[in-house]
């Protein structure tokens, strides 16, 4: 080996010694690292709550249609995705168009049930969904986030 490549590999080794990381481990340091602990339960199921409402509240913004709207446009926060009439019409009549959008809040379907809708795209008579409702292809763990969120909020007053 040439003098310049084992002066390198020596002041690398020194570099990774200084900055903590061992060049190996004996097996009684392995055996003593402490194992990760699965996170508790109520902070996953509030970490999946938080991540279904990022995903209902910023990124589909299921509000939009499933909030009714007080006389100035705007969102009634206290009715929040309890359902509203849709607000918008297409462009050209269609006949699956729906005219309202039904209630979320409290979800009241079955979790297999909003898994078609959101992982499927099919209804809870076992149809395409509507529009203007999107027809969401999700990833499972994204549709129990959502669920999970949606189950969280109180139902119909």
Partial sequence: MRPIAVRNILLLSLLVSAAGFPLAASKAQVKAAPKPTAPSPAISRDSEIARGRYLVEEVARCSDCHTPRDSHGALDR??????????IMPVQSKEAWAMRAPALAGLPYSDQQAQDILERGIGTNGNPIQPPMHAYHLHHEDASAIIAYLRSLSGAK
């Fill in 78 to 87: 206290s009715e929040w995705l309890r359902g509203a009439s849709i607000w």
